[in-house]
């Protein structure tokens, strides 16, 4: 058969102008410029991309719009494929890795580990899910473009959301991309370490040249500088002169940058100059990705009916996970069988029974309530139903279920002896009015930190 009866590269090329468009700029270089036309057959147009995240990505946001306008210029259905090569450089059309004379180029193989970078922590690896695309994205943008947009970038979130993970991918993407980058990984607390020792050595200029040379900084759990007044300082001048001359640099933080205490409003204000992302605990279906993507990656099989007793009980963060997937594998390893729903229900007891925020009780919750909105803690409990007491106790159930690992029965109790259903109808009523109104999401959000600094 004739090859060149299936060339669409035309409509291809017809089409991604259309795209770019429609798109913004940085949108446009953030996902189309690593694509490459490799070939047509019968009805499909081949691609190349950078990686798998970067597949899942496009596939995601652009396929159907792409398949779209393939059949609105061609009159045909064509389909999209997509390959991944992992050419360092796919700008260049045509041309095999060796023919590659960009300086940057790398062999992604051939590459010995950045000795400070976990090379587990991949954007390859990294799961994205509602809860943390935008993060997930933006921290991929940087790799390929580090200094020149999101800069400085801050990622922030509980722990076990991947802020280490999301950090390292950074270093690991960028360092494999590019040669001659200087790229530093450092915790706040040894850079902090660091930063002492040096006065301690009279060894200050080392250290300041050595932290202003650098081409990508990453600086993770900054939230540790909170009243290191010294090692702010030397961070402050650090990001200046890095920031003068256009290097990237990210943070992250346990939190958002306006809850972190005892940091000198100069500094503050770098951090917040830039990107702000956050890392929202995973929903659901991003559990259940997680958790096959790491059953996959351990080479292990484990029935779907134990993957979903998991991802069910466990709603906390993907750490969590991990570790109750690790205590699986454990036991079965040792007891020499295959898990049963059974087994695992037995071994993963007590990571199901802890509840969320360990030693919240709903007491606890009450007091924090009642004392939120001025009320007295025994209005809050008792039986009067003025809208001015219904509400707050509304919200302080459906706090209760959100946190903790209580049932609606014993909820209940606690609120006076009350029903399950009134529970259930309280949480309903409080999750349609977060529909509706945006400044319950904060009130809550707030009572839920209050609550954690609480007697616990
Ligand atoms: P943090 O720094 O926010 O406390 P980490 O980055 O250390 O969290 O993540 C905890 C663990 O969970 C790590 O093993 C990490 O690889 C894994 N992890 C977190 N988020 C994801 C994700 N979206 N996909 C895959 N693994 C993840
Ligand atoms: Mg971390």
């Not at 080479?299 to 969590?320: A, G, P, Y």
């Not at 159930?397 to 606690?414: H, K």
């Amino acid at each position: 058969m004739d090859s060149q009866k299936w060339d669409y590269e035309i409509f291809w090329i017809e089409t991604i102008k259309r795209i770019q468009s429609e798109i913004t700029e940085q949108e446009y270089t953030m996902w189309f410029k690593n694509m490459l036309y490799t070939g047509s057959e019968e009805s499909v147009i081949m691609l190349s991309v950078p990686s798998s995240f970067y597949k899942d990505q496009i596939i995601q946001r652009y396929l159907n719009r792409i398949e779209d306008t393939l059949l609105e210029l061609s009159g045909q259905n064509i389909r999209v494929e997509f390959n991944i090569t992992k050419r360092a450089d796919n700008k260049k059309e045509n041309k095999k890795p060796e023919e590659i004379k960009n300086p940057h180029a790398v062999d992604v193989q051939k590459k010995p580990k950045h000795r400070q970078l976990n090379n587990e922590y991949t954007f390859e690896r990294f799961v994205v899910g509602d809860s943390n695309s935008f993060a997930a994205n933006a921290a991929y943008s940087i790799s390929r473009n580090p200094g020149k947009g999101y800069n400085p970038c801050l990622i922030y979130g509980g722990v076990g959301l991947g802020k280490t993970h999301l950090i390292q991918a950074i270093g690991n993407s960028a360092y494999q991309e590019f040669n001659n980058l200087k790229i530093s990984y450092i915790t706040a607390e040894t850079f902090a370490n660091e930063f002492i020792f040096s006065i301690q050595k009279k060894s200050g200029h080392l250290f300041k040249n050595k932290y202003r040379s650098i081409d990508i900084l990453l600086i993770d759990d900054i939230h540790f500088l909170q009243g290191k007044e010294g090692t702010q300082e030397e961070l402050f001048h650090t990001f200046n002169a890095l920031y003068d001359s256009n290097k990237q640099m990210v943070f992250t933080s346990d939190r958002p940058v306006s809850e972190l205490r005892s940091l000198s409003d100069r500094l503050r204000s770098r951090f917040e100059r830039g990107l702000n992302v956050d890392l929202q605990p995973p929903d659901y279906e991003t559990r259940m990705a997680i958790l096959n993507r790491k059953i996959e990656e351990k080479r292990i099989t484990i029935s779907s009916d134990i993957i979903e007793l998991i991802c069910r009980n466990i709603k906390t963060n993907v750490r969590d996970l991990e570790k109750a997937l690790t205590k699986l594998i454990a036991y079965s390893e040792l007891v020499n069988k295959n898990i049963t729903l059974e087994t695992a229900q037995r071994q993963l007891q007590d990571f199901f029974a802890q509840p969320n925020h360990k030693n919240i009780t709903i007491d606890n919750i009450q007091k924090v309530v009642a004392e939120y909105f001025n009320l007295s803690y025994n209005d809050l409990k008792g039986k009067k139903r003025t809208k001015a007491i219904a509400f707050p106790r509304q919200i302080a159930m459906y706090i209760a279920r959100e946190i903790t690992e209580y049932s609606t029965t014993e909820i209940g109790l606690e609120f006076g002896g009350r029903d399950h259903t009134t529970v259930m109808h309280a949480c309903q009523r409080i999750e349609d009015r977060l529909k509706s109104d945006a400044t319950l999401e904060p009130t809550i959000q707030h009572i839920i930190r209050a609550l954690k600094g609480y007697g616990v």
